[in-house]
């Protein structure tokens, strides 16, 4: 786990080692002016989380290679505090500065406060600063679906969430979850753990374990690594798994049914791609749910899966886009 973990973050490095002597060359050849500089400020696991911090890198990755940005990151454990890391991108001339994740906000607005001039996105929170443009997700939405796939799964009609934190935002992926198993199984019951912790699998591993000996055999996580750890504590007991934030299947392939997608690279390539063609982000709070992409389902795999589950699928997801479902 931890080599897979260790690999990655290499591979990601070298990306970014790239896209900065990228940047290098074009300031040397005079390009800079013509270059607009985005930096990023990642989420506490960082780089390899096969989460939320990669899933953004994607979409600066891809923002690069077809609107020709450039970009740049910090990682929590080489700042110490999100306050350093924020303030040394904008000391290093980024036009845009990109505070990822709810436990970014407090030193974003801080440091926001302290550059009124300086353009700020903060992705899934929303703040009321004027020079901060918020992007959150309807992560109700997508798990809703996520519970109805998990209905359709569950064979004791015991069923799991893990919850990186108690803490609103979570509360959504929960939320949502349970809506959904209940509208396909009233009677089902779902168990809502909240780790405290997004970086520890081990923890994650034994929260599921004892999940399972209650006869949980469905487990959704929205925990980061923490999640992965019970990912893979389900493929060890023959049991199903739902990921979260990216497709989370091969971390066990045996046992991810699907993963609820929050698709963070789409929501900025999509803002900055506003910013590239109209010179200005998008004022206040973006907000994106199944209507928009910002979140949906990855394919189903592991299970039986037929036509009529799938239509049946497709059914809830056009409920939710035209509101004749509560997903909150």
């Given at each position: 786990?931890?080599?897979?973990?260790?690999?990655?973050?290499?591979?990601?490095?070298?990306?970014?080692?790239?896209?900065?002597?990228?940047?290098?060359?074009?300031?040397?050849?005079?390009?800079?002016?013509?270059?607009?500089?985005?930096?990023?400020?990642?989420?506490?696991?960082?780089?390899?989380?096969?989460?939320?911090?990669?899933?953004?890198?994607?979409?600066?990755?891809?923002?690069?290679?077809?609107?020709?940005?450039?970009?740049?990151?910090?990682?929590?454990?080489?700042?110490?505090?999100?306050?350093?890391?924020?303030?040394?991108?904008?000391?290093?001339?980024?036009?845009?500065?990109?505070?990822?994740?709810?436990?970014?906000?407090?030193?974003?607005?801080?440091?926001?406060?302290?550059?009124?001039?300086?353009?700020?996105?903060?992705?899934?929170?929303?703040?009321?600063?004027?020079?901060?443009?918020?992007?959150?997700?309807?992560?109700?939405?997508?798990?809703?679906?996520?519970?109805?796939?998990?209905?359709?799964?569950?064979?004791?009609?015991?069923?799991?969430?893990?919850?990186?934190?108690?803490v609103p935002l979570i509360h959504k992926f929960a939320t949502g979850?349970?809506?959904?198993?209940?509208?396909?199984?009233?009677?089902?019951?779902?168990?809502?753990?909240?780790?405290?912790?997004?970086?520890?699998?081990?923890?994650?591993?034994?929260?599921?374990?004892?999940?399972?000996?209650?006869?949980?055999?469905?487990?959704?996580?929205?925990?980061?690594?923490?999640?992965?750890?019970?990912?893979?504590?389900?493929?060890?007991?023959?049991?199903?798994?739902i990921g979260v934030d990216s497709d989370q299947y091969f971390y066990a392939e045996k046992a991810v049914?699907?993963?609820?997608?929050?698709?963070?690279?789409?929501?900025?390539?999509?803002?900055?791609?506003?910013?590239?063609?109209?010179?200005?982000?998008?004022?206040?709070?973006?907000?994106?749910?199944?209507?928009?992409?910002?979140?949906?389902?990855?394919?189903?795999?592991?299970?039986?899966?037929?036509?009529?589950?799938?239509?049946?699928?497709?059914?809830?997801?056009?409920?939710?886009?035209?509101?004749?479902?509560?997903?909150?």
């Open positions: 786990m931890k080599q897979q973990r260790r690999i990655w973050h290499l591979v990601i490095a070298l990306l970014a080692t790239f896209t900065l002597m990228v940047g290098c060359s074009a300031k040397e050849a005079g390009m800079k002016k013509d270059r607009i500089k985005v930096g990023i400020m990642l989420s506490d696991v960082g780089l390899g989380d096969q989460s939320f911090s990669d899933s953004a890198f994607r979409g600066l990755m891809k923002a690069r290679d077809e609107l020709g940005i450039i970009f740049d990151y910090r990682e929590l454990k080489d700042t110490k505090t999100y306050e350093q890391g924020l303030k040394e991108l904008i000391e290093d001339g980024n036009d845009i500065v990109i505070g990822l994740g709810f436990m970014v906000q407090k030193d974003l607005e801080k440091v926001a406060k302290q550059y009124p001039k300086q353009r700020f996105i903060l992705v899934d929170s929303v703040s009321d600063l004027p020079n901060v443009t918020s992007i959150t997700f309807k992560e109700d939405e997508g798990s809703f679906l996520a519970g109805v796939v998990a209905a359709l799964t569950t064979k004791t009609n015991h069923l799991g969430f893990i919850g990186g934190a108690d979850f349970e809506k959904g198993v209940h509208a396909i199984k009233p009677s089902a019951s779902v168990q809502i753990v909240y780790a405290g912790d997004f970086g520890d699998d081990k923890l994650g591993a034994n929260i599921a374990k004892g999940m399972f000996a209650k006869r949980c055999d469905v487990v959704y996580t929205a925990a980061g690594l923490t999640g992965v750890g019970a990912l893979r504590e389900a493929e060890m007991r023959g049991v199903y798994a049914v699907t993963s609820m997608v929050k698709n963070v690279d789409v929501a900025l390539f999509r803002v900055l791609k506003q910013y590239v063609e109209k010179g200005e982000l998008p004022t206040g709070t973006v907000q994106l749910g199944l209507a928009e992409n910002g979140v949906g389902l990855a394919p189903i795999r592991v299970i039986p899966w037929n036509e009529q589950k799938q239509q049946l699928l497709e059914q809830w997801k056009q409920n939710i886009i035209d509101r004749k479902v509560t997903t909150k």
